[in-house]
C-alpha cells in the first residue's frame, strides 16, 4: 500500500504543502511520498499548445507516479476563494493525458489558509475533479487561520485538540478505505 501527498500549491512557503507532509507524517504501517509538483514546469494548458506539441513529459511522469498510488492526500490553496491557477493548470493537462488520472484512488482532501475558511471554498472546487479524474473522496479536513492554530516550530503542530483530532481522524478514514 502507498499513500502519495500532492499540495495544489507552488509557493516555496506553502502552508498547504506543510499541511500535506505533517498528515502524511501521521499515517503508520502504509508507505507515504509527498509529490512536490510546484518543481513541474509545464506550460498554461490550451487546445493549441497541445496539437503543437502533445502532453509535456512532466506530466506523463507525474500520471504514471499517481498510478502507484493507492491512496491521495491532496491539499489545496485557495487564490480569491478559487484553486490555484498552478493546480487547475496541472489537473488540465493530466485530464488531457488521461482522463480518469486518480482512477480507483482513494482522497483525503485537505486545505488551509492564513484566514479563518480554511481554504473550504477550494476544497469545495475539488469535487468535480476527484470524480472527474474516478478518485472517491472518503474525508476531508479544513485547517482554519493556520498560523493561529498551529506552532511555529519545524515540523508545526495543531495546537486545537479538537481540530488535530479532526485530522488524525481524517487520515484514519484514509487508511481505513485502503483495507
Known sequence: MKIFGIAGSNSSK???EKLTKYALSLVNGIET?????KKLMVPIFGVDLEAEGGVPEEIK?????LREADGLIISVAEHNGNLTVFFKNILD?????EGKYFEGKKVLLLGTSPGKGGAQKAM???DRP??????ELVASFSLPSFSETTTSEVPFEIKDDNLKAGLID???KLKESLD
Open 170 to 172: 481524517a487520515v484514519n
Open 33 to 37: 511520498e509527498y509529490l512536490d509538483i
Open 130 to 135: 476527484i470524480n472527474y479524474g474516478g478518485a
Open 124 to 126: 469545495a472546487m475539488m
Open 93 to 97: 493537462w493530466l485530464s488531457r493525458y
Open 14 to 16: 506553502s502552508i498547504n
Open 61 to 65: 511522469n507525474l500520471y504514471a507516479k
